[in-house]
């Protein structure tokens, strides 16, 4: 079964500072990787995701991710935060097809920006 | 076009009782899902339709849960005497379809507090 880890549960970075969060998941295969962000309140947004192809993902709002496959991670990349992206988080990985049809979330990280 | 809806937004009932949680998913989306977002736990899948039929509900915590779909578009879920334990955010996703890699589109969530 597919599972994501995201090792950090919370993050404060200070404003134009970069930002990285860390996503692992556990799979056979080259999976479905996505980021999504949830805002106070809010639903979830997609940030951006990986099928295949180049390894590098551009996304909505400046951030990008990095799909390696030897060490399954998918890492989340932002060079200068704004105030604007403190939110949480969250890594997933799927649908797979066939009868596997749900994303496999991470717990989620939530990040803090500092004036 | 219109995104995913959730009535009600906010949902404070009493232990015991039953509620409805309802979902209209983006119009053409024959996909449609069920996750529930409490803390400690993360984003956790209930349930998933195509069409009116739920191919698996082995996600429902117990069966005090229940879900339909109707019309291949609007969905309730039902918890029936409810208990404390089922206090949470419930969000509701659709695709396009359900096959490998689709993107699942979330809606606001229903925030459910059981006193």
């Known amino acids: 079964a597919q599972s994501v880890t995201q090792p950090d549960i919370h993050i404060t970075v200070s404003e134009g500072a970069s930002l990285e969060l860390r996503c692992n998941y556990s799979?056979?295969?080259?999976?479905?990787l996505f980021w999504y962000v949830q805002s106070p309140g809010q639903g979830l947004q997609l940030l951006l995701k990986?099928?295949?192809?180049?390894?590098l993902v551009q996304g909505i709002k400046g951030f990008e991710a990095e799909f390696k496959r030897s060490q399954s991670s998918f890492n989340l990349r932002k060079p200068s935060v704004h105030w604007s992206d403190a939110a949480e988080y969250f890594c997933?990985?799927?649908?797979?097809?066939?009868?596997?049809?749900?994303?496999?979330f991470g717990k989620g990280t939530l990040l803090t920006v500092n004036p | 076009g219109a995104g995913v809806s959730q009535s009600p937004s906010n949902k404070v009932t009493e232990k015991g009782k039953d509620v409805e949680l309802r979902c209209d998913p983006i119009?053409?989306?024959?996909?449609l899902y069920w996750y529930r977002q409490s803390l400690g736990q993360g984003l956790e899948f209930l349930i998933y339709?195509?069409?009116?039929?739920?191919?698996?509900k082995s996600g429902l915590p117990s069966d005090r849960f229940s879900a339909e779909r109707t019309g291949g578009s609007v969905s309730t879920l039902t918890i029936q005497r409810t208990q404390q334990e089922d206090s949470a955010v419930y969000l509701c996703?659709?695709?396009?379809?359900?096959?490998?890699?689709?993107?699942?589109?979330f809606g606001p969530g229903t925030r459910l507090t059981v006193l």
């Open positions: 799979y056979g295969a080259t999976p479905y």
């Open positions: 339709f195509q069409g009116n039929s739920a191919p698996d």
């Open positions: 997933a990985v799927g649908p797979l097809g066939g009868s596997n049809y749900k994303l496999t």
């Open positions: 996703a659709s695709s396009f379809t359900s096959g490998s890699g689709n993107e699942q589109f």
């Open positions: 119009s053409g989306h024959t996909a």
């Open positions: 990986y099928f295949s192809g180049d390894t």
